[in-house]
């Protein structure tokens, strides 16, 4: 992204709620009105121009740090230790407070009365029947409730802030201020730090910065600075003072609480590791050295992502507390509701989980910013996590199965994934998974959301042991927040139903020997080559309107019949479609091995019949599996000349197309029919004429496959042959 131009732009100086966009009414008057001289901030030199820009996190507000306020005796009691952990270490945190118990006492009451008051209230406005009316005021009251106790709860709240589907609509209001609207600490205090860290003058690294925070949330604080060096407006992250002690002693309570309850409720899922997890990705985060690392890394493996905006890090200018990265200008996406942006922020995070395992592992609203050219811009890279290759071709195999109501498969891809104990009875399980997703899975892949799943779930994970890995937690909670996310803009969005067409073009295309197996074993039973499969997972790549934009959106003049023939042919006459036109080659062949049966039977038939002397006929040349393979030819033929099917593009547009397995019975007459489609030019000019269209690479490829086929077709006769000859 390049640099804003100067002179630096303003920021509304009278939005409270929105500090990073212009209002017309703001006059260059207003703006004027809104800077700030070394008067303001004495401490700084006379060379140094300070802006700040009013707003509810100005000091002038009367707002005060909470935190602070009712939560720092956390920090000022001795507990310098806590602050000086470099990485999350359980047995060390037990350690600083189990000598403290009048500190863990202390903070117990203070959580629990917390609460307890909070439940309270509640309880007495449902006996007095004023529920209703007091709904937004408890709201508001649970929201100064969780910055009282600090950035732990915080970090669990904003989690449910972007789930409206889960929450009513006043908490998601409230919870979705602390994204980035908590009251700030002091500037003063901030600039101390920045000195500190970085062990040089404010005035020296900025030309400019903000005397206000631009936003502030429970870790840090964010203000807009313009670096001395080069003139680059920057983004200034400050850690919040105190806040490594606080969010160790939560977890250590967290973490005692976890295993009361696992003991109590006798839970299969190992809810200490689970908490561990969480807390080492949110250690992680309060390391901002390596959030600047993290960050470079994001922006070299995603940056490149059409409409996909990756600020640049300064790494050199960062610390452990401080942060300075390029200045971004945006709205939040949750406000603008662009549904176009949501979809690509889909395709990004299963690029980031399923095909690189790096990915983003906090995409709550406030971390997601639409930029004024439209593009998705992607901040705050402190809580990311790694997905292990085999778990994420584990999770891929377990969409497919369960699209495919493959139940048995199902629950092995759980006993995979970590989900299920090895020694777990699978097939008990898939008896039990059949009744939990056969319903959810009936209304068609685009209608499933995370809701339906999760049904009847509960009780099955309890019957049957199942646990829930460390790492799970954070993959499903990326996912359950970018869905929150989207059904701002879309009450019925699913983001399950828009994640499988990746999904589809991933096991297509994908070259790992997991996959491919994972394929094969899909496409394939008992032998027998399943056409109506491959047309799904076929049908389903090329739904995605994600795609479509990514990849540069196709002549809307073609007939969509048309149009998807070149898809098809365009995708499996390419380098990705090597095993896809493998398998459909090796089908070719067999349904021409059994044509060329069929025809010499018809024509022998048809000679002997004619003779006026009556000749017993030969044994039939073509058998069942012949038949078989002639109508998987005949629906080949369809597919590749006349595109998807009737049923396909109805399936298409009303988004419940399943995959479905059909039983092909065939008779004699049945296969004449089929020999005389094929024969018919018309079922081959649709394909040749769209041969033309393609790419250079395409056509070449096009031209070879006549003399593949004629390999293999021989291939074929000379093995029957020999074994007819042997047997």
Same mark, same amino acid.
């Given at each position: 992204?390049?640099?804003?131009?100067?002179?630096?732009?303003?920021?509304?100086?009278?939005?409270?709620?929105?500090?990073?966009?212009?209002?017309?009414?703001?006059?260059?008057?207003?703006?004027?009105?809104?800077?700030?001289?070394?008067?303001?901030?004495?401490?700084?030199?006379?060379?140094?121009?300070?802006?700040?820009?009013?707003?509810?996190?100005?000091?002038?507000?009367?707002?005060?740090?909470?935190?602070?306020?009712?939560?720092?005796?956390?920090?000022?009691?001795?507990?310098?230790?806590?602050?000086?952990?470099?990485?999350?270490?359980?047995?060390?945190?037990?350690?600083?407070?189990?000598?403290?118990?009048?500190?863990?006492?202390?903070?117990?009451?203070?959580?629990?009365?917390?609460?307890?008051?909070?439940?309270?209230?509640?309880?007495?406005?449902?006996?007095?029947?004023?529920?209703?009316?007091?709904?937004?005021?408890?709201?508001?009251?649970?929201?100064?409730?969780?910055?009282?106790?600090?950035?732990?709860?915080? !970090?669990?709240?904003?989690?449910?802030?972007?789930? $409206? /589907? #889960?929450?009513? *609509?006043?908490?998601?209001? =409230? @919870? &979705?201020?602390?994204?980035?609207?908590?009251?700030?600490?002091?500037?003063?205090?901030?600039?101390?730090?920045?000195?500190?860290?970085?062990?040089?003058?404010?005035?020296?690294?900025?030309?400019?910065?903000?005397?206000?925070?631009?936003?502030?949330?429970?870790?840090?604080?964010?203000?807009?600075?313009?670096?001395?060096?080069?003139?680059?407006?920057?983004?200034?992250?400050?850690?919040?003072?105190?806040?490594?002690?606080?969010?160790?002693?939560?977890?250590?309570?967290?973490?005692?609480?976890?295993?009361?309850?696992?003991?109590?409720?006798?839970?299969?899922?190992?809810?200490?590791?689970?908490?561990?997890?969480?807390?080492?990705?949110?250690?992680?985060?309060?390391?901002?050295?390596?959030?600047?690392?993290?960050?470079? !890394?994001?922006?070299?493996?995603?940056?490149?992502? $059409? /409409? #996909?905006?990756? *600020?640049?890090?300064?790494? =050199? @200018? &960062?610390?452990?507390?401080?942060?300075?990265?390029?200045?971004?200008?945006?709205?939040?996406?949750?406000?603008?509701?662009?549904?176009?942006?949501?979809?690509?922020?889909?395709?990004?995070?299963?690029?980031?989980?399923?095909?690189?395992?790096?990915?983003?592992?906090?995409?709550?609203?406030?971390?997601?910013?639409?930029?004024?050219?439209?593009?998705?811009?992607?901040?705050?890279?402190?809580?990311?996590?790694?997905?292990?290759?085999?778990?994420?071709?584990?999770?891929?195999?377990?969409?497919?199965?369960?699209?495919?109501?493959?139940?048995?498969?199902?629950?092995?891809?759980?006993?995979?994934?970590?989900?299920?104990?090895?020694?777990?009875?699978?097939?008990?399980?898939?008896?039990?998974?059949?009744?939990?997703?056969?319903?959810?899975?009936?209304?068609?892949?685009?209608?499933?959301?995370?809701?339906?799943?999760?049904?009847?779930?509960?009780?099955?994970?309890?019957?049957?042991?199942?646990?829930?890995?460390?790492?799970?937690?954070?993959?499903?909670?990326?996912?359950?927040?970018?869905?929150?996310?989207?059904?701002?803009?879309?009450?019925?969005?699913?983001?399950?139903?828009?994640?499988?067409?990746?999904?589809?073009?991933?096991?297509?295309?994908?070259?790992?020997?997991?996959?491919?197996?994972?394929?094969?074993?899909?496409?394939?039973?008992?032998?027998?080559?399943?056409?109506?499969?491959?047309?799904?997972?076929?049908?389903?790549?090329?739904?995605?309107?994600?795609?479509?934009?990514?990849?540069?959106?196709?002549?809307?003049?073609?007939?969509?019949?048309?149009?998807?023939?070149?898809?098809?042919?365009?995708?499996?006459?390419?380098?990705?479609?090597?095993?896809?036109?493998?398998?459909?080659?090796?089908?070719?062949?067999?349904?021409?091995?059994?044509?060329?049966?069929?025809?010499?039977?018809?024509?022998?038939?048809?000679?002997?019949?004619?003779?006026?002397?009556?000749?017993?006929?030969?044994?039939?040349?073509?058998?069942?599996?012949?038949?078989?393979?002639?109508?998987?030819?005949?629906?080949?033929?369809?597919?590749?000349?006349?595109?998807?099917?009737?049923?396909?593009?109805?399936?298409?547009?009303?988004?419940?197309?399943?995959?479905?397995?059909?039983?092909?019975?065939?008779?004699?007459?049945?296969?004449?029919?089929?020999?005389?489609?094929?024969?018919?030019?018309?079922?081959?000019?649709?394909?040749?004429?769209?041969?033309?269209?393609?790419?250079?690479?395409?056509?070449?490829?096009?031209?070879?496959?006549?003399?593949?086929?004629?390999?293999?077709?021989?291939?074929?006769?000379?093995?029957?042959?020999?074994?007819?000859?042997?047997?």
């Amino acid at each position: 992204m390049a640099p804003l131009a100067l002179p630096l732009p303003l920021l509304c100086p009278c939005s409270s709620r929105r500090p990073w966009q212009f209002h017309r009414h703001c006059t260059p008057a207003n703006l004027q009105q809104s800077f700030s001289t070394r008067s303001r901030l004495p401490r700084l030199s006379t060379g140094l121009r300070v802006r700040c820009f009013r707003g509810e996190n100005s000091e002038n507000s009367g707002e005060t740090d909470t935190f602070s306020k009712y939560s720092g005796y956390v920090f000022e009691v001795g507990t310098s230790e806590a602050e000086l952990l470099d990485n999350y270490d359980p047995n060390k945190i037990a350690l600083i407070y189990r000598n403290r118990p009048l500190l863990l006492l202390r903070r117990l009451l203070q959580i629990g009365s917390t609460f307890g008051r909070w439940f309270g209230l509640r309880y007495i406005d449902g006996l007095l029947g004023r529920s209703d009316s007091m709904f937004k005021k408890r709201a508001a009251e649970l929201r100064s409730a969780l910055v009282q106790l600090g950035p732990a709860f915080v !970090k669990i709240a904003q989690a449910v802030s972007s789930r $409206p /589907d #889960v929450i009513p *609509p006043e908490y998601v209001e =409230e @919870l &979705s201020l602390l994204q980035d609207r908590i009251a700030p600490f002091s500037t003063e205090i901030a600039l101390d730090i920045i000195e500190q860290e970085l062990e040089v003058p404010v005035e020296n690294l900025f030309s400019e910065i903000s005397l206000q925070p631009i936003a502030a949330a429970s870790l840090g604080q964010v203000y807009q600075a313009r670096l001395r060096s080069n003139g680059q407006i920057v983004a200034v992250k400050v850690q919040r003072p105190g806040v490594r002690a606080a969010i160790a002693l939560d977890i250590y309570i967290l973490r005692l609480l976890a295993g009361y309850i696992r003991n109590a409720g006798k839970f299969n899922t190992d809810l200490q590791a689970v908490v561990d997890e969480w807390a080492s990705s949110l250690f992680q985060e309060m390391d901002y050295e390596a959030e600047a690392q993290n960050g470079l !890394k994001f922006r070299k493996l995603f940056g490149q992502l $059409p /409409d #996909v905006v990756i *600020p640049d890090m300064y790494l =050199e @200018l &960062s610390s452990r507390r401080v942060l300075i990265m390029e200045w971004v200008e945006g709205q939040k996406l949750s406000e603008v509701k662009d549904l176009h942006l949501v979809e690509v922020g889909l395709y990004c995070s299963l690029t980031q989980l399923l095909e690189s395992g790096f990915y983003h592992a906090d995409p709550h609203p406030g971390n997601l910013l639409r930029t004024y050219d439209g593009k998705l811009a992607y901040l705050d890279f402190g809580m990311m996590g790694e997905f292990k290759q085999d778990l994420r071709d584990g999770l891929i195999e377990a969409c497919l199965h369960l699209v495919n109501r493959e139940f048995d498969a199902l629950a092995g891809d759980f006993v995979t994934l970590g989900l299920l104990p090895p020694t777990a009875q699978t097939s008990d399980v898939a008896q039990a998974l059949t009744g939990v997703f056969q319903n959810a899975v009936t209304k068609g892949i685009r209608n499933i959301s995370f809701g339906d799943l999760s049904g009847n779930l509960g009780r099955t994970m309890y019957k049957f042991k199942f646990q829930i890995p460390s790492y799970f937690s954070l993959v499903i909670r990326s996912l359950a927040v970018l869905e929150g996310v989207a059904l701002s803009s879309d009450p019925n969005y699913k983001v399950l139903g828009s994640s499988y067409p990746w999904i589809a073009r991933k096991v297509l295309t994908d070259s790992s020997p997991q996959l491919r197996s994972t394929l094969q074993a899909l496409l394939y039973k008992d032998g027998t080559f399943r056409i109506d499969r491959l047309e799904s997972l076929i049908t389903e790549s090329l739904r995605s309107t994600t795609n479509e934009t990514l990849s540069g959106r196709e002549e809307k003049a073609d007939k969509q019949s048309r149009l998807a023939m070149k898809r098809i042919l365009k995708f499996t006459l390419s380098e990705q479609g090597d095993f896809v036109r493998d398998i459909l080659l090796e089908e070719l062949a067999k349904g021409m091995d059994a044509l060329n049966r069929a025809t010499f039977e018809k024509a022998a038939s048809g000679v002997i019949s004619r003779l006026p002397i009556t000749f017993s006929l030969p044994p039939r040349l073509v058998e069942d599996e012949d038949i078989k393979n002639l109508e998987t030819l005949r629906r080949l033929m369809l597919v590749l000349s006349d595109g998807l099917t009737k049923e396909q593009n109805q399936g298409l547009e009303k988004g419940n197309y399943l995959l479905r397995e059909v039983d092909i019975q065939m008779t004699w007459n049945d296969a004449v029919v089929v020999l005389q489609k094929l024969g018919s030019s018309k079922e081959f000019l649709p394909m040749l004429s769209v041969i033309l269209e393609l790419p250079a690479s395409a056509q070449q490829q096009s031209f070879r496959l006549p003399v593949d086929l004629t390999g293999r077709l021989a291939s074929r006769i000379i093995a029957r042959t020999i074994r007819r000859l042997v047997l």
